[in-house]
């Protein structure tokens, strides 16, 4: 049998030793002494074990793509001795429908038993990259209110 990296460590192992002090980590002592992570497995981008995706042996990260289009991230289990081969990548283009693309992350998440307890976070997260990509709408000009303000937009 190879070695994989749930047999040399325990993930939580890993996380006592790396939770205070490692790349991904962001402390704000101005907000409470919160801490933010920068993973790019992490859903939340909070500083939890549930959510620390380099820890987890199975892991999921939306991140915006081109062209108005989402790109989920998939940690694979077999290939965590290696880290060039240990993520897939698959791009939703811009064209697709959101309620596609939600699906198509959902059953992600949660098929064959991956992660679905991160089911709704990925769905969540995806919904926040697209409303974000979407072009605002211009704001109307304010309508005048009341008797005075109509007749006084009238004569000017």
């Not at 409470?32 to 995706?53: C, E, H, I, M, W």
């Not at 999921?60 to 081969?85: D, Y």
């Not at 064959?112 to 307890?117: C, F, N, P, Q």
Request: avoid cysteine.
């Amino acid at each position: 049998m190879a070695p994989t990296a749930s047999n040399l460590v325990s993930a939580d192992l890993v996380w006592e030793i790396s939770r205070s002090n490692n790349s991904y980590l962001v402390k704000r002592k101005d907000a409470g002494g919160v801490q933010f992570s920068r993973d790019p497995l992490n859903l939340l981008n909070k500083n939890t074990r549930k959510y620390a995706g380099f820890v987890n042996d199975k892991a999921i990260g939306v991140q915006p793509a081109e062209k108005n289009g989402v790109k989920v991230i998939t940690k694979k289990e077999s290939a965590a001795l290696k880290p060039a081969k240990s993520t897939t990548e698959v791009i939703h283009s811009g064209g697709q429908t959101t309620r596609k693309i939600y699906k198509s992350v959902a059953h992600k998440a949660a098929a064959s038993g991956y992660r679905a307890d991160l089911r709704e976070a990925a769905v969540a997260r995806v919904s926040a990259i697209r409303k974000s990509q979407k072009e605002p709408k211009p704001t109307p000009e304010p309508k005048p209110r009341g008797a005075k303000a109509k007749k006084a937009a009238v004569e000017a």
